[in-house]
């Protein structure tokens, strides 16, 4: 390959150590390789000798049928057994190459310069119409007592997503085999970044002739293990008559979603994904005077968004996933034609040690790229600085230590019984949106009340029309994508962090939180909820001259909990709603106490803003809110009464006899609370309670006041919440 010799001509002399390592790797295995089947690449271990290294450090000559890469090393047969087959997106623009072209001498050494890499890559991709010199590097590693893992490394020029972009990217697909027998025990594909949950099979079947497959994500690379045979696709989770490509531990993301504890992949999962143009010194990269890449040098602008904040909602016109290229390893029966009905490779890579690029390159270097996620406040701000690079393969933990890099416990413990706790630090959770219609979800209601509020419920929760970035702000900030709404990350660190949620054409979400081990769940039960720009109205509260904001939990009558957290803000917050919801406002003050207020469509001004400039807690607010609850179960009374119940004999409604009095009693307590009179107005609270326990006693009745039993599942929980608020109400001080 072009400027391979020039760039590794001057490379500093290996220590002792390194040419002792070199050896056993290249050496000891290319020496035993030849001995029996692709799988046995060890003889007997009854009497294990280490193998031997040549006087000048070099591998022996064995004679063995081996694969000689350029620098005249030779890639051991078990390497090459399990050489991935690799599939790409038909988007993709940066496939795996080789570095070495790239190198730039600096006063700091031999470097890969991200520009330099950047338009040569493209350069050399216009040119020739195909990707230019594909290459997987390898590296053998002891991973644990007769565990060895093999370690594929693949390099591409640029990092182009959703979430992030980057000079450089380097991932990683490792396979652990049992020395003995050379049988696979474990596969773990990269993800997004670290703090990402790896895609992880344990004990894959291999057969003889087949190989690990990766689907490879478009622009950031992140890898995803194919296991089940169902090429190109990625399933999360089993079925019938397949198995899933990952066997990763389920978590309960939410009380309503388990899910595998993985990144994967959101192909074939129904969401479409976003990608972002990257910029420079304000300007887009392939605009940049430094650089002479052209736009199509980037991701495709179909499924490109070049402002998120323009957009009033989620692009739905993006072009779902399709298969691309598949780059293979030329003895891969999809290279040599040999796999009956498999696709056939697009091109061929070659497999080459990863030594000699550390020797022949410091460093990779290239300015900072950063994306904006706006937090919602008084006045959205925007954060940056969160790329999720993994840096140089050699500078990383799991260059050395492979199963540093797993993210399941269980598999784990079967490569080598140790119980990492680090690996539980995790942060989850699903994003829903908010849209109008009921034919979404409607967590407020049980699903046999669903016909009876159909006709006055405004709103309810459906799977984003796209994938959303997710966003944790911390001392060493990360981004992810959804899939299927979906997120999770891994190690965490203890202390307070900041989870921002984000997608073209949707308001943003972010809350406060404290990590303190374990599993954490984003939104106190997992569920974040996000409104299109379009339908969003904005909840603001400001508790800085009252009580203060510790706590926020904004409650949809009839979809449920739409928001519950800390506030992005000290002692202030800022929470998007759809503007045809009703919600109740309920806040914890700084010691504790509580406070509650409703929000409807009139409560929002011109501007879309229901603005609450001081937000106050205890038994005004809570009474004030009461009543408002009681009113609007006395008008969904009312309504199911016209539409279920037979009133054309007069006869008087003793259920709607009921609110009536639990409204005229909430009336009074709000008038005596506003007074300053807390004994008279906790009587008329009692009063309330009285009221709406009647209420509920009519609606289990053997006649059920009249009401049919949608009508009966939608109104009494309802009065349950109202005695559940009468009970705070009278708790609360004056």
Same mark, same amino acid.
Request: hydrophobic share 40%; net charge negative.
């Given at each position: 390959?072009?400027?391979?010799?020039?760039?590794?001509?001057?490379?500093?002399?290996?220590?002792?150590?390194?040419?002792?390592?070199?050896?056993?790797?290249? =050496?000891?295995?290319?020496?035993?390789?030849?001995?029996?089947?692709?799988?046995?690449?060890?003889?007997?271990?009854?009497?294990?000798?280490?193998?031997?290294?040549?006087?000048?450090? /070099?591998?022996?000559?064995?004679?063995?049928?081996?694969?000689?890469?350029?620098?005249?090393?030779?890639?051991?047969?078990?390497?090459?057994?399990?050489?991935?087959?690799?599939?790409?997106?038909?988007?993709?623009?940066?496939?795996?190459?080789?570095?070495?072209?790239?190198?730039?001498?600096?006063?700091?050494?031999?470097?890969?310069?991200?520009?330099?890499?950047?338009?040569?890559?493209?350069?050399?991709?216009?040119?020739?119409?195909?990707?230019?010199?594909?290459? +997987?590097?390898?590296?053998?590693?002891?991973?644990?007592?007769?565990?060895?893992?093999?370690?594929?490394?693949?390099?591409?020029?640029?990092?182009?997503?959703?979430?992030?972009?980057?000079?450089?990217?380097?991932?990683?697909?490792?396979?652990?085999?049992?020395?003995?027998?050379?049988?696979?025990?474990?596969?773990?594909?990269?993800?997004?970044?670290?703090?990402?949950?790896?895609?992880?099979?344990?004990?894959?079947?291999?057969?003889?002739?087949?190989?690990?497959?990766?689907?490879?994500?478009?622009?950031?690379?992140?890898?995803?293990?194919?296991?089940?045979?169902?090429?190109?696709?990625?399933?999360?989770?089993?079925?019938? #008559?397949?198995?899933?490509?990952?066997?990763?531990?389920?978590?309960?993301?939410?009380?309503?979603?388990?899910?595998?504890?993985?990144?994967?992949?959101?192909?074939?999962?129904?969401?479409?994904?976003?990608?972002?143009?990257?910029?420079?010194?304000?300007?887009?990269?392939?605009?940049?005077?430094?650089?002479?890449?052209?736009?199509?040098?980037?991701?495709?602008?179909?499924?490109?968004?070049?402002?998120?904040?323009?957009?009033?909602?989620?692009?739905?016109?993006?072009?779902?996933?399709?298969?691309?290229?598949?780059?293979?390893?030329?003895?891969?029966?999809?290279?040599?034609?040999?796999?009956?009905?498999?696709?056939?490779?697009?091109?061929?890579?070659?497999?080459?040690?990863?030594?000699?690029?550390?020797?022949?390159?410091?460093?990779?270097?290239?300015?900072?790229?950063?994306?904006?996620?706006?937090?919602? =406040?008084?006045?959205?701000?925007?954060?940056?600085?969160?790329?999720?690079?993994?840096?140089?393969?050699?500078?990383?933990?799991?260059?050395?230590?492979?199963?540093?890099?797993?993210?399941?416990?269980?598999?784990?413990?079967?490569?080598?019984?140790?119980?990492?706790?680090?690996?539980?630090?995790?942060?989850?959770?699903?994003?829903?949106?908010?849209?109008?219609?009921? /034919?979404?979800?409607?967590?407020?209601?049980?699903?046999?009340?669903?016909?009876?509020?159909?006709?006055?419920?405004?709103?309810?929760?459906?799977?984003?029309?796209?994938?959303?970035?997710?966003?944790?702000?911390?001392?060493?900030?990360?981004?992810?994508?959804?899939?299927?709404?979906?997120?999770?990350?891994?190690?965490?660190?203890?202390?307070?962090?900041?989870? +921002?949620?984000?997608?073209?054409?949707?308001?943003?979400?972010?809350?406060?939180?404290?990590?303190?081990?374990?599993?954490?769940?984003?939104?106190?039960?997992?569920?974040?909820?996000? +409104?299109?720009? /379009?339908?969003?109205?904005?909840?603001?509260?400001?508790?800085?001259?009252?009580?203060?904001?510790?706590?926020?939990?904004?409650?949809?009558?009839?979809?449920?909990?739409?928001?519950?957290?800390?506030?992005?803000?000290?002692?202030?917050?800022?929470?998007?709603?759809?503007?045809?919801?009703?919600?109740?406002?309920?806040?914890? #003050?700084?010691?504790?106490?509580?406070?509650?207020?409703?929000?409807?469509?009139?409560?929002?001004?011109?501007?879309?803003?229901?603005?609450?400039?001081?937000?106050?807690?205890?038994?005004?607010?809570?009474?004030?809110?009461?009543?408002?609850?009681?009113?609007?179960?006395?008008?969904?009374?009312?309504?199911?009464?016209?539409?279920?119940?037979?009133?054309?004999?007069?006869?008087?409604?003793?259920?709607?006899?009921?609110?009536?009095?639990?409204?005229?009693?909430?009336?009074?307590?709000?008038?005596?609370?506003?007074?300053?009179?807390?004994?008279?107005?906790?009587?008329?609270?009692?009063?309330?309670?009285?009221?709406?326990?009647?209420?509920?006693?009519?609606?289990?009745?053997?006649?059920?006041?009249?009401?049919?039993?949608?009508?009966?599942?939608?109104?009494?929980?309802?009065?349950?919440?109202?005695?559940?608020?009468?009970?705070?109400?009278?708790?609360?001080?004056?």
């Amino acid at each position: 390959m072009t400027g391979d010799d020039d760039a590794t001509a001057d490379a500093p002399d290996r220590s002792v150590d390194d040419r002792r390592r070199r050896a056993l790797v290249y =050496g000891g295995l290319a020496a035993l390789a030849g001995t029996g089947t692709a799988g046995a690449w060890y003889v007997s271990r009854d009497d294990p000798a280490p193998p031997q290294e040549p006087d000048d450090g /070099e591998p022996e000559e064995t004679g063995a049928p081996d694969e000689v890469d350029h620098d005249g090393e030779t890639a051991p047969s078990i390497v090459r057994r399990y050489a991935p087959d690799l599939y790409f997106g038909a988007l993709e623009k940066w496939y795996p190459t080789d570095p070495r072209p790239y190198v730039v001498e600096t006063a700091a050494g031999s470097v890969v310069d991200g520009f330099t890499a950047l338009d040569g890559y493209a350069a050399a991709f216009r040119e020739a119409g195909a990707p230019p010199a594909p290459t +997987v590097f390898y590296s053998v590693v002891e991973a644990a007592e007769g565990v060895d893992a093999l370690q594929y490394w693949l390099y591409s020029a640029f990092d182009q997503f959703a979430v992030n972009f980057h000079w450089h990217d380097w991932e990683l697909l490792q396979v652990f085999v049992e020395r003995e027998t050379g049988e696979p025990l474990l596969l773990s594909a990269s993800a997004h970044s670290r703090a990402s949950p790896n895609n992880e099979f344990l004990e894959p079947e291999i057969p003889d002739g087949a190989r690990p497959g990766i689907l490879s994500e478009v622009g950031s690379h992140s890898s995803a293990s194919e296991v089940n045979g169902l090429v190109p696709t990625f399933e999360r989770l089993p079925t019938a #008559d397949l198995l899933s490509d990952v066997t990763n531990d389920v978590v309960d993301v939410s009380a309503s979603l388990r899910a595998p504890f993985a990144y994967g992949l959101p192909r074939d999962e129904g969401a479409r994904l976003p990608f972002v143009l990257p910029e420079l010194d304000g300007v887009p990269l392939h605009e940049h005077p430094s650089l002479s890449i052209d736009r199509t040098d980037l991701i495709d602008e179909r499924v490109t968004v070049g402002s998120w904040g323009g957009l009033p909602v989620p692009p739905g016109d993006l072009p779902l996933r399709e298969p691309g290229l598949v780059l293979a390893h030329p003895e891969s029966r999809l290279a040599t034609g040999e796999g009956d009905g498999d696709a056939a490779a697009d091109a061929t890579y070659a497999l080459e040690p990863i030594a000699p690029l550390r020797e022949a390159i410091d460093d990779f270097v290239g300015p900072q790229l950063s994306f904006e996620f706006a937090v919602p =406040g008084f006045a959205e701000d925007a954060i940056a600085s969160h790329i999720t690079s993994v840096g140089v393969p050699w500078e990383q933990d799991r260059f050395a230590d492979p199963l540093s890099d797993v993210t399941d416990p269980a598999h784990r413990r079967r490569v080598d019984g140790a119980e990492p706790t680090g690996l539980t630090d995790r942060v989850v959770g699903r994003v829903r949106q908010l849209r109008a219609g009921t /034919e979404g979800a409607l967590d407020g209601v049980s699903d046999a009340a669903r016909d009876a509020v159909a006709g006055v419920a405004g709103v309810s929760l459906f799977a984003p029309q796209t994938e959303l970035a997710v966003r944790l702000a911390s001392e060493d900030p990360t981004a992810t994508a959804t899939r299927g709404g979906a997120f999770g990350f891994l190690r965490v660190e203890p202390g307070p962090h900041l989870l +921002v949620v984000n997608g073209p054409g949707f308001a943003p979400i972010a809350e406060r939180f404290v990590h303190e081990g374990g599993l954490v769940r984003a939104g106190g039960d997992g569920e974040l909820v996000a +409104v299109a720009t /379009e339908d969003a109205g904005w909840i603001r509260g400001d508790g800085r001259e009252t009580g203060g904001v510790d706590r926020v939990r904004v409650v949809e009558d009839y979809a449920g909990v739409i928001y519950e957290g800390a506030p992005a803000e000290t002692d202030r917050f800022a929470v998007a709603v759809h503007r045809e919801g009703k919600y109740t406002v309920e806040v914890v #003050d700084r010691d504790g106490r509580l406070g509650a207020y409703r929000v409807t469509a009139d409560s929002f001004d011109a501007n879309g803003e229901a603005v609450r400039e001081e937000v106050r807690t205890g038994k005004l607010a809570l009474a004030r809110t009461l009543r408002d609850e009681v009113a609007e179960l006395y008008g969904l009374a009312e309504s199911l009464s016209e539409s279920a119940r037979d009133d054309s004999d007069g006869e008087h409604d003793p259920a709607l006899d009921r609110l009536s009095r639990a409204r005229r009693a909430a009336d009074g307590a709000v008038a005596a609370a506003e007074d300053g009179e807390e004994e008279p107005a906790d009587d008329r609270l009692f009063d309330v309670g009285s009221a709406l326990s009647e209420f509920r006693e009519l609606l289990a009745g053997e006649d059920r006041s009249g009401y049919d039993d949608a009508a009966v599942a939608a109104m009494a929980p309802k009065a349950l919440a109202g005695i559940e608020r009468v009970d705070a109400a009278v708790d609360a001080p004056l």
